[in-house]
């Protein structure tokens, strides 16, 4: 019987002895794909309409667009002027996907209305989304109660506009009866509320007092 079991003993195989010895090849290390290659490197477009009233500012804007699209995001970027719109493209050294979709977001609102220096603003972060509603969502309002309705949303001057874009850490665009606002996710449900009860009809003053109180409690929160 134990001649038997010394007969059967399993030899040892020479990954076993690799084992023991701790002399396992190394890992394979490979270079991190780049953003043309995980596309397969197909190029990939967008392309942005420039509405007729926005023409004359992108054409003085041009350079200050053109810039940090093609150099920080290593987007290609080009006006069609037969078909009256902004171009995008890939290029092989675009270091990240994302970024033709931020500079499509980055020209649109510019085509919304939005200053250079506030759209730019989509391209460094990530956390901003620009969001569009009309004064009829709010209430159908026609004639002169819907110049009013303006009239309050902008204050003498743009007054009431400035103090809740500063209060609110937004801008706000409002376009005849569109009203466009970039900013964070809380931050723009905060102006849309303020920007609603002007349009229902609170007098500015008691929007003021209840901006007041949301921001002193987003500044005891953060």
């Not at 804007?61 to 493209?89: F, H, S």
């Not at 919304?112 to 309002?141: H, M, N, P, Q």
Request: charged share 25%; net charge positive; with cysteine.
């Amino acid at each position: 019987m134990l001649k038997l079991m010394s007969s059967m003993e399993v030899e040892p195989t020479p990954s076993q002895t690799q084992d023991e010895s701790g002399s396992l090849p190394p890992k394979p290390k490979f270079q991190p794909l780049t953003a043309h290659e995980m596309s397969d490197g197909r190029v990939q477009f967008r392309k942005v309409s420039v509405p007729p009233h926005r023409y004359s500012p992108l054409k003085k804007a041009w350079m200050d667009i053109y810039t940090p699209i093609y150099e920080q995001m290593k987007i290609d970027i080009r006006m069609n002027l037969k078909a009256r719109r902004v171009e995008l493209k890939t290029r092989p050294d675009t270091p990240d996907v994302s970024n033709l979709q931020k500079c499509a977001d980055f020209v649109h609102a510019f085509m919304l209305g939005f200053d250079v220096i506030d759209a730019i603003a989509l391209l460094r972060l990530d956390e901003l989304y620009v969001e569009s509603f009309e004064i009829k969502d709010v209430k159908t309002l026609r004639g002169e109660h819907l110049s009013r309705a303006i009239g309050r949303l902008s204050g003498k001057g743009g007054k009431t506009k400035f103090a809740i874009e500063n209060a609110t850490k937004t801008r706000i665009v409002i376009a005849d009866t569109k009203i466009h606002i970039l900013g964070s996710f809380a931050n723009i449900k905060i102006a849309r509320d303020s920007l609603c009860s002007l349009i229902l009809g609170s007098p500015a003053g008691k929007v003021y007092s209840k901006l007041r109180a949301v921001t002193a409690r987003l500044a005891e929160r953060f």
